[in-house]
């Protein structure tokens, strides 16, 4: 049976004293409740050491916005998946669609991050998502299956196991319009469908498919009972503790 995992995406946002003061609030909020779900929260790189010895002995796992694939080396401004792994991280997100639209991420790109995910014992959270163009084009399907593919190219089934994968439609991200429950449900069932075609239903129905997009805790509890929705990725609303915690309640 899978774990319904719900994740803090925090984008470029809190310095770190911000951060501290946002995941302590956190941590106490969810001492006081047993959560049905993983806790996930990915802050800036600035700020995940110090996050990470406020974690200690909690629910609450770390994850990393984004890496680099390769080992060390002349990349400026590039983080390593060792270096994560040095300062606690557990997971990292690959392949957010504003990685993809403002830094130019392709599918390749986010294929070796994957591969390198993998060597290295990190737990990626792969994002695909359409934009309204594409939906209104009747053509999300295609889409969605064009990224996955290219991303899990020559990833073998073993390692499907150590990642989430997140649906995040573009036009719902951080615009306040929300795919209604069924229209995520009917993507999330296709997303399943593949895995289950390229892999095996075994694979297909032990991965994690979170969505993400315009998450409040309004609408929480009726996208995330949807049968194939098995999470949340969350920018905007995870930004306050109570907030986040209201949507960790709803799964
Ligand atoms: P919002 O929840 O702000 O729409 O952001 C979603 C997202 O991009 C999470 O990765």
């Not at 390593?80 to 606690?88: N, P």
């Not at 069932?189 to 694979?203: A, G, M, T």
Request: with cysteine; net charge negative.
């Amino acid at each position: 049976m899978r774990k319904k995992v719900v994740a803090g995406n925090w984008k470029m946002n809190k310095n770190l004293s911000e951060a501290i003061q946002l995941v302590s609030d956190l941590r106490n909020g969810l001492d006081s409740f047993e959560p049905n779900c993983d806790v996930i929260v990915c802050p800036p790189f600035t700020n995940l050491e110090s996050v990470n010895t406020i974690i200690k002995d909690s629910k609450i796992h770390l994850g990393a916005q984004n890496f680099y694939f390769k080992d060390s080396g002349a990349f400026t401004g590039e983080i390593s998946a060792d270096m994560l792994l040095s300062v606690g991280v557990e997971y990292v997100i690959v392949g957010h669609s504003e990685r993809r639209a403002i830094f130019k991420e392709d599918d390749s790109v986010i294929n070796l991050k994957l591969k390198q995910a993998f060597t290295k014992g990190l737990k990626p959270i792969l994002c695909v998502g359409e934009t309204l163009e594409q939906r209104e084009g009747g053509i999300t399907k295609e889409v969605i299956k064009n990224q996955i593919t290219a991303a899990l190219k020559e990833i073998p089934a073993e390692n499907i196991a150590n990642m989430i994968l997140a649906y995040e439609p573009i036009w719902a991200i951080g615009t306040g319009k929300t795919a209604t429950p069924e229209q995520a449900e009917e993507v999330h069932k296709f997303i399943r469908d593949l895995i289950s075609e390229l892999y095996n239903s075994n694979v297909a129905e032990n991965l994690t498919i979170q969505y993400g997009g315009s998450v409040k805790p309004a609408n929480a509890e009726s996208l995330l009972s949807q049968p194939d929705i098995d999470g949340a990725l969350v920018g905007g609303a995870c930004l306050q503790a109570d907030s986040f915690i209201e949507i960790i309640k709803s799964a």
